[in-house]
């Protein structure tokens, strides 16, 4: 991967720097407009931004498919799947003994190891599993819309529900405590949002390019003195949870190695609920800001499950993921060596003009619908049925009680280049 040198590289380098600065995605004008210009312009380029590896910026829609649908030619494991600078993924390597990745979930995995890890859990979050489940997040949906009338007739929406309902229909389904679950949102929150002055870890220095891989670590440790002594107590007495399929889970015959083992909690009590937050918080944005919408779902609700499509669509909770080439690949005329770093857009991509109609206006029939907010191929969210579950179910709630609602304040997302979604989404509204 060759470094940028000319007046027009240097500009393209320039262009992309805010998509590495966490602080940048919670203006989420400017980040449009950034993948835009590079979806207009430099659909495939390889940029240098210091501080950090050049990476290929794959933001057209196609691409983006054509990359995560070859799992084999590009992992997602052999270098950090997020973006690390230098120095953070030298510090990453030096907390594991090698891995770039201090978290070793599926998203970190690459097959046969990955297909191994996925089973444990795949039939738990396919549809007949999902099914199963049905009854407990449509009663936990129904206390959420209880709880949202008691506040009536204001409360900020993010932090009072979105972030707190799926956040308990996960952790009830995994096994975890109701008295833990704050806890379990605190670090979730310091993982996905290590940069947001108002959501990182205490006494955190969001200037330091090593502070990613420095919370993540208290995370990960936290994480692991929480969910091993709920290992040994599942493998002592089994239970109908997802903790126990997980403690007792066999790989090639051996238990789960630790690290990945902690690590699967660890997504679980974090991708399972924050990215179905963020969506269920851009929904009530988006009523909040056109009352014709709420009208049109209250008197039609077969469209709550088209609405919610264009909420993932819009939202793409997960900004990217990063890939490396195990090979010399040709894309788009240009050859992506073996070894080279590739930033996968999601984002972009639900943004291409070239696959979606009118992709900047928030549509509520859009048809056909075909985003990339769960990713795609072979690392496509696990929990994907759950959280379009979730979100329909508390949608279906709500809506008919739901009379009027509108916004009392600035709409605010999380600065956070990796998982983002309104932080703060305050309402006035009028409840049945």
Known sequence: MGALSSKS????????????????????????????????????????????????????????????????????????????????????????????????????????????????????????????????????????VDQMATLAPTCDFADDVAMNYPLQVVLDIVGVPREHHPKMLQLTQWLFSYADPDLKRHGSDITDPEEIIKTWNVVFTQFHEFFMPLVEARRANPKEDIATLIANAKIDGESMEERKMISYFGILATAGHDTTSATTALGMKMLAENPDMLTRLKEKPDLVPSFVEECIRWGSPVQHFIRSATEDYVLRDQTIRKGDLLYISYLSANRDEEEFDDPFTFKLDRAPNRHVGFGFGGHVCLGQHLARLEIRTFWQTLLPRLKRVELTGPVKFTESEFVCGPKSVPIRFDMD
């Open 9 to 144: 590289e240097q500009s393209l380098s320039e262009l992309v720097a805010p998509i590495f600065n966490p602080a940048s995605f919670s203006q989420r004008e400017k980040i449009d407009g950034i993948f835009a210009a590079l979806r207009r312009d430099h659909p495939l380029a390889c940029v240098e931004v210091p501080e950090y590896d050049p990476h290929w910026m794959v933001t057209k829609y196609s691409d983006v498919k054509e990359i995560t649908r070859q799992d084999s030619l590009f992992h997602s494991g052999d270098r950090p799947k997020i973006l690390h600078s230098q120095a953070g993924e030298a510090l990453a390597r030096s907390f594991t003994g090698g891995s770039p990745n201090l978290f070793q979930s599926l998203v970190q995995l690459d097959p046969p190891e990955h297909t191994a890890y996925r089973n444990v859990l795949q039939g738990e979050f396919m549809p007949g599993g999902i099914a199963k489940m049905k009854e407990k997040v449509a009663k936990t949906a129904q206390e959420f």
